[in-house]
């Protein structure tokens, strides 16, 4: 895949990039190298200096780098000015927060024979960041921001149709202060990974993707003995039950589903509604994704834009078939306009049975399954009758069917009456084959530490437990 700027509205290539060589990406693991010494050393205030500037110019610069984002994978100009905001929040969450997060944890020193023992977080060294493009700086910084704060360097590869996104991120940090090298965006192809990875310079990696990435990355990291985390796919379930408020479970439903243009992986797409109030909420739910606005995505009245690539329509267009091939109802949306540009409308299939593609496939695009259960039983286990797990919506009034939803589903994240989304606050990622590790929170600072256990004994000697190991 050629490294370039692409416009989704019109299929124009707008820039193309040449890949750095390899002694070119050699250099910039060395300056990685040289950026680490010098931000380990400095205090988690100075840290949080730079962090805080990092958030300043993002505020600064929103208009631009959003414009920019809409320009590279399609996504609504108002979207893409949220995510620039969103990024400046988790900047300076991890500037106040840090600290905090890293502090030395103590431990009785009695229960081990010393006189001072504690475990404490250290920063690994230089970290590769392989992103996607859907959301081209959140998913970076959710990354770079607990990363440096912790003394980490990184590496981004980003997708290879974002490079200005990229490089926008690549300089942001120096350009806020951080020491030269503390992060760097290398513009290389999906082929050069293995070879950064397997550097031993770099000392672990970090993935959100595809399920056959997130594969590739472990493995390879895996005979390196290198320390992954890894946010995958996901088809996460939407479950509606006879309590719940059916109007706002539809709108949220259809604003779940699009978030994006419908290309994020912690999307709702298998809507598994109780018959006693399928007929219903299909009716809103559909009345809701016919209303929607597809459009240009620079436009304040637009909804959804076009999808990122020209591959990706492909495969939503292809799934959709399959299901109407054999015998799903499609009840809005489901057909392609002519033209350029890889446009897709909002769409709603039902009668979806299990030999259908979508039913066990990732669809990466606005389109939405219902399901329909007789129990809350049958609901949750459709919505476990997958292979990811990253995150689930319940939607019941019921204080019992919350409790059930909440312990049973199988997911890194359920949102009881709402919708899944990330807070700097929140750990997020997932399991089952949505991955492994936790981003945000105290949690994702801490992924990428040495916890270092620190035993200080009395210099007259101590005694020493027989039991050793």
């Known amino acids: 895949m050629p490294i370039a700027t692409t416009n989704p509205v019109t299929g124009e290539v707008l820039k193309t990039f040449d890949a750095l060589t390899d002694e070119q990406v050699d250099a910039a693991i060395g300056r990685a190298v040289t950026g680490f010494r010098a931000l380990r050393a400095t205090s988690f205030e100075q840290r949080a200096g730079w962090m805080r500037a990092a958030a300043d110019l993002l505020d600064a610069e929103q208009d631009d780098v959003g414009a920019l984002m809409t320009q590279e994978m399609g996504k609504t100009l108002a979207a893409a000015k949220a995510e620039v905001t969103k990024c400046a929040t988790a900047c300076r969450f991890y500037a106040e927060h840090a600290e905090q997060f890293l502090a030395d944890e103590p431990v009785d020193p009695s229960a081990v024979g010393a006189v001072r023992a504690y475990a404490r977080y250290q920063p690994l060294g230089p970290v590769l960041a392989v992103m996607p493009w859907n959301f081209p700086l959140w998913q970076a910084m959710r990354f770079a921001a607990p990363a440096l704060m912790a003394g980490n360097t990184g590496l981004l590869k980003h997708a290879s149709n974002v490079p200005q996104t990229a490089l926008y991120l690549g300089e942001l ?5 951080f020491p030269a090298g503390a992060f760097q965006t290398l513009l290389v192809g999906s082929d050069a990974v293995e070879r950064i990875l397997t550097d031993p310079r770099v000392r672990a990696a970090t993935l959100t993707g595809s399920e056959g990435a997130g594969r590739s990355i472990a493995a390879i990291a895996g005979r390196e003995l290198k320390k992954t985390v890894l946010e995958l796919g996901g088809s996460d379930p939407y479950v509606v039950l006879p309590t719940a408020d059916l109007d706002r479970a539809a709108q949220v439903a259809a604003t779940s589903r699009c978030q994006n243009n419908g290309q994020s992986c912690i999307a709702a797409k298998r809507f598994i509604v109780h018959t006693d109030v399928y007929d219903q909420f299909v009716d809103t739910f559909v009345a809701h994704m016919s209303a929607l ?7 304040d009245a637009t909804d959804v834009g076009p999808l990122a690539t020209e591959q990706g329509r492909a495969d939503v267009e292809e799934q959709v078939a399959d299901a109407v091939d054999k015998g799903a109802t499609v009840r809005c949306g489901g057909k392609a306009p002519e033209g350029a540009g890889w446009w897709y409308p909002p769409t709603v299939i039902t009668d ?8 066990s496939e990732e669809v990466f695009g606005p389109v939405a399954g219902v399901y329909r259960a007789a129990s809350i039983d049958e609901a949750i286990e459709l919505a476990n009758a997958t292979s990811y797990g990253l ?8 204080p019992q069917e919350q409790q059930r939803l909440a312990g049973e ?13 990330s807070y700097p606050q929140l750990p997020f990622g997932g399991v089952k084959n949505s991955g492994y590790g936790r981003e945000l929170s105290a949690a994702g600072i801490r992924e990428f530490c040495n916890l270092k256990s620190v035993w200080i ?5 101590a005694d020493v437990d027989s039991a050793t190991e």
């Open 352 to 359: 979806i049975t299990r030999d259908m593609r979508i039913f």
């Open 173 to 177: 940090f120096t350009r806020a202060g």
């Open 409 to 421: 589903l199988d997911a890194g994240a359920v949102f009881v009456n709402g919708m899944v989304t």
């Open 391 to 398: 995150g689930a919506n319940a939607w019941t009034d019921d």
């Open 293 to 299: 606005t597809v459009g240009d995505p620079m436009m």
């Open 457 to 461: 004994g009395d210099s007259g000697g």
